[in-house]
């Protein structure tokens, strides 16, 4: 059983102080200083967990000092949760936001996860300036809409918001994991809009890529076959990957979104493609010049082509698409020619089929397509 009790120390009524050292009392008494010895107003409670004894000082919500009833309560709430097996420290509770986000950090780079750099710009530009010094477990539900409301009136989109918030109930998990919060508070998502559905037709594409550069077009052709994405899986890509005899490219495990290797063979048009890509890397290499990657400008990595998309999208009569519109064109084209959705997710290295469904986009051709087939069982075709 524990106990609630009061701290007793000596104060030196002559110097008017209280004497928390030894050496303090002993000067005083030596002096034939008056001393007494008081009850601290603040109550403490003691408590046994797993043979180890702990002391927790008791803040009250009352103005007048520490009552005796907030301790017992405090006290009664502690040995119901260790009777529960709840993880119970003096720390419970203390965890502050500071301490909260230097965790997820800390848990995203054990994780090597790539989005480090986007978190810690969340984190540093809008979670913090709202929730700088506050305690994590008094950071209630109507705290986090008022944070969404400030967001959004700031001119933040809802899935920009919903990113930081999902951030916050990450460190609301990690610390409930920690043993260093007993419980987090709701915290609501907001509506977002429909997810983008651009996607090109052939012809489209054809007219992009006639209106980008030579050591553009690969890319893009590359792109619209596989599905891949392009920061991160395209344009790093090198030739150890491209196996000519087994007629494949290959993405290396721990390299791709999800961690996960990855196989495509090849069509007809993407062997084409690579071969041509080969007979340039080879005709570099014989001036002494041996590049790694495939695509490849100047002598180097091709990295960012922004400029000369939005030149040929415009030129195209294709306002606003963007090169992860070949990403959802791929799986529509996959779907289309009656691959099955579990083979075509693992060729676009899709995990989860939600994710899948939402890029299988339905175009008006589609729809076309549909109405024929109606009027063909009808035998009106």
């Not at 002559?14 to 603040?42: G, M, Y």
């Not at 008022?146 to 001119?155: N, Y």
């Not at 071969?275 to 290499?285: G, Y």
């Not at 099955?340 to 076309?368: C, P, W």
Request: with cysteine.
């Amino acid at each position: 059983m524990g106990c609630v009790y009061r701290r007793v120390r000596w104060t030196c009524i002559t110097c008017n102080r209280r004497l928390d050292k030894k050496a303090d009392r002993e000067s005083c008494i030596s002096l034939n200083h008056q001393t007494e010895q008081r009850q601290s107003p603040v109550y403490w409670i003691s408590y046994r967990r797993a043979g180890k004894t702990y002391s927790e000082s008791v803040k009250s919500p009352t103005c007048d000092g520490t009552l005796k009833k907030d301790a017992l309560t405090l006290l009664r709430e502690r040995e119901g949760d260790i009777g529960r097996g709840k993880p119970i420290t003096p720390q419970i509770g203390k965890t502050s936001f500071e301490d909260a986000s230097a965790d997820i950090l800390a848990d995203y780079r054990i994780n090597d996860r790539k989005s480090l750099d986007s978190v810690e710009r969340r984190i540093r530009l809008h979670l913090s300036p709202f929730f700088h010094g506050w305690r994590m477990v008094n950071i209630s539900t109507p705290d986090i809409r008022k944070f969404a409301d400030i967001r959004t009136s700031a001119g933040a989109s809802n899935a920009e918001v919903n990113r930081e918030l999902a951030l916050l109930k990450r460190m609301f998990s990690l610390a409930m994991q920690g043993g260093k919060l007993l419980y987090r508070p709701h915290i609501p998502m907001l509506r977002e809009s429909a997810p983008r559905s651009g996607f090109f037709e052939a012809d489209q594409l054809t007219c992009v890529l006639a209106h980008l550069p030579v050591e553009i077009q690969p890319i893009i052709t590359f792109a619209y076959i596989t599905g891949w994405r392009i920061n991160s899986e395209v344009l790093p890509l090198q030739w150890r990957q491209i196996d000519f005899a087994a007629g494949e490219v290959r993405l290396d495990a721990g390299t791709t979104k999800n961690q996960e290797g990855r196989v495509f063979p090849f069509t007809a048009e993407l062997r084409t493609m690579l071969q041509t890509q080969h007979l340039e890397h080879l005709r570099l290499a014989a001036t002494g010049l041996i590049l790694p990657w495939v695509f490849t400008r100047d002598g180097a990595q091709i990295r960012d082509f922004r400029t000369a998309w939005a030149h040929a999208i415009k030129a195209a009569g294709c306002p606003g698409r963007i090169p992860h519109d070949l990403r959802r064109t791929a799986v529509r084209n996959l779907v289309r020619a009656g691959v099955s959705e579990q083979v075509a997710m693992r060729l676009t290295g899709h995990k989860t089929r939600s994710v899948f469904d939402r890029y299988d986009i339905v175009s008006g051709n589609d729809l076309k397509e549909a109405a024929r087939k109606l009027d063909v069982a009808a035998g009106l075709r």
